[in-house]
């Protein structure tokens, strides 16, 4: 049987940090689908098909990875729709520890099937988050080495009209 992951997100921006995570993790899975989901305690600077659109850009060189999305259903049913057997996310920091666990016992506690797996992030990228980099290019600082090209270029260019 296809070992499934469904990698979990927001991805608001997409950054580097995500990107190591998804080609470390198509090693271990057959396929690793990204599901661009919406937070609802986070307002996005980026809509979902924006999201989407650059997920796809990001990963269009890893064959065995797909993006989708929706914001209706819970984490576990998408899993189960789309037969992944395993949630795929990654822990920075002993912060990141405390959230995951809580999210991955509920995650137990709906579905006992679906289990989830943690890659701890590279050093390169543990101090790394969608919105610390939001912060940091509102105020002109540098970051375009922790984001894919397509991603900075798209921020620089919602920056530009942000600014109008
Ligand atoms: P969410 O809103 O669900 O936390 P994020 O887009 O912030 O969505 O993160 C999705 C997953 O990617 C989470 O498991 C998060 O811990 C992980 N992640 C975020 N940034 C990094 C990074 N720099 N390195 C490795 N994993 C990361």
Do not use: C, W
């Not at 469904?6 to 991805?11: C, I, N, Q």
């Not at 137990?108 to 679906?114: F, G, T, V």
């Not at 943690?118 to 922790?146: P, R």
């Amino acid at each position: 049987m296809k070992k499934i992951a469904l990698f979990p997100g927001s991805f608001d921006p997409f950054t580097n940090g995500h990107l190591d995570t998804i080609q470390r993790g198509a090693k271990l899975f057959d396929e690793i689908v990204i599901g661009v989901f919406t937070n609802t305690s986070k307002q996005t600077l980026f809509t979902a098909e924006e999201r989407v659109e650059l997920v796809e850009k990001a990963t269009a060189d890893l064959a065995n990875v797909r993006v989708i999305t929706q914001d209706t259903d819970l984490t576990v049913n998408v899993a189960e729709k789309i037969g992944a057997k395993f949630l795929l996310r990654g822990i920075r920091s002993v912060k990141d520890y405390e959230y995951e666990k809580d999210i991955m016992t509920m995650n137990h506690h709906l579905d006992s099937e679906i289990e989830t797996i943690f890659l701890l992030a590279d050093a390169e990228y543990s101090h790394v988050s969608s919105s610390l980099l939001k912060e940091v290019i509102f105020f002109d600082g540098d970051v375009k080495k922790y984001l894919p090209d397509v991603v900075y270029q798209a921020i620089l260019r919602k920056k530009k009209l942000n600014e109008k």
